[in-house]
């Protein structure tokens, strides 16, 4: 997420090099080629070649959803699936029983952040500027803010 959120913030329009990336973030270029190769992929981003290539996001940064680019780097969004108890522990106990439905009830909220959170939020976020509502795309509008906010207390409320 941390490569995808530099791209967008420093393209301006224009294709960004993984090398300068690399430099910004001291993340291996070999590893950046792996990444940017699966999200491309996963329409992502875009390769330009030639002199002043690099990559572009493939689609406008407020319908680029974070979950889009997780999945695109086969990331495990689901903190509920690999959920295992230890050999002695039967999966039947309160114990983990409770365990497994916090995490899957997490694992819900996390879908709806990831799927609600575009690349756009963030990097607005990030600049300290207001979302404009066009009421198009993935997030549309003050109604998206309301609900991550909403996510964000529920997400606080389950933790606490």
Same mark, same amino acid.
């Given at each position: 997420?941390?490569?995808? !959120? ?10 960004? /090099? ?13 590893? !950046? ?47 509920? /699936? ?36 575009? !690349?756009?939020? !963030? ?30 207390? /529920? ?6």
């Amino acid at each position: 997420v941390r490569a995808i !959120l530099d791209l967008t913030f420093n393209s301006n329009g224009k294709p960004v /090099r993984l090398q300068e990336i690399s430099e910004r973030q001291k993340i291996s270029l070999h590893y !950046l080629e792996q990444l940017f190769r699966r999200l491309r992929k996963g329409n992502v981003v875009k390769s330009v070649r030639g002199p002043g290539g690099g990559y572009l996001l493939a689609r406008s940064m407020d319908d680029i959803a974070v979950k889009d680019v997780l999945l695109s780097v086969g990331e495990n969004i689901n903190p509920a /699936r690999d959920i295992v108890g230890p050999t002695d522990v039967k999966e039947s106990t309160v114990e983990f029983v409770l365990t497994k439905t916090y995490f899957e009830n997490l694992a819900v909220l996390m879908q709806e952040y990831l799927e609600t959170t575009t !690349l756009g939020d !963030l990097i607005r976020k990030a600049r300290g500027e207001a979302k404009i509502s066009t009421g198009t795309g993935v997030n549309a509008g003050n109604a998206n803010t309301n609900q991550n906010a909403d996510l964000n207390k /529920r997400v606080e409320n389950d933790l606490s």
